[in-house]
Nanobody, 123 residues
Framework: QVQLVESGGGLVQAGGSLRLSCEAS????????MGWFRQAPGKEREFVAA????????YYADSVKGRFTISRDNAKNTVSLQMNSLKPEDTAVYYCAASQIWPMASAIRYDYWGQGTQVTVSS
């Protein structure tokens, strides 16, 4: 059974930082592109960032560009999201997702999803 398990969420003040991690049971992990999405209360799920199989291509939503950094460690089957200069509007449940193609921002093209981790940014 495929599992994606996110961790690292929490409560932080505006301007602060958090680092999210997602550990995947996918094998081989390096054959999956990975993405991060988020969903705020009452809003649709939105794309945050994506990284190709070996990290050679990365794509960010405009809203997080310059503040968030996605990375992966194929030896540890993990993908991370470093979030700096957090804003209250970053508050959401953050999900990692995996795909065997390069879906970039298209949520429907991701095959597997984690359960999510809550990020709350106070003003």
């Amino acid at each position: 059974q495929v599992q994606l398990v996110e961790s690292g969420g929490g409560l932080v003040q505006a301007g602060g930082s958090l680092r999210l991690s997602c550990e995947a049971s996918l094998r081989p992990f390096s054959s999956y592109a990975m993405g991060w999405f988020r969903q705020a209360p009452g809003k649709e799920r939105e794309f945050v960032a994506a990284i190709k199989w070996h990290g050679d291509s990365i794509y960010y939503a405009d809203s997080v560009k310059g503040r968030f950094t996605i990375s992966r460690d194929n030896a540890k089957n993990t993908v991370s999201l470093q979030m700096n200069s957090l804003k209250p509007e970053d508050t959401a449940v953050y999900y990692c997702a995996a795909s065997q193609i390069w879906p970039m921002a298209s949520a429907i093209r991701y095959d597997y999803w984690g359960q999510g981790t809550q990020v709350t940014v106070s003003s």
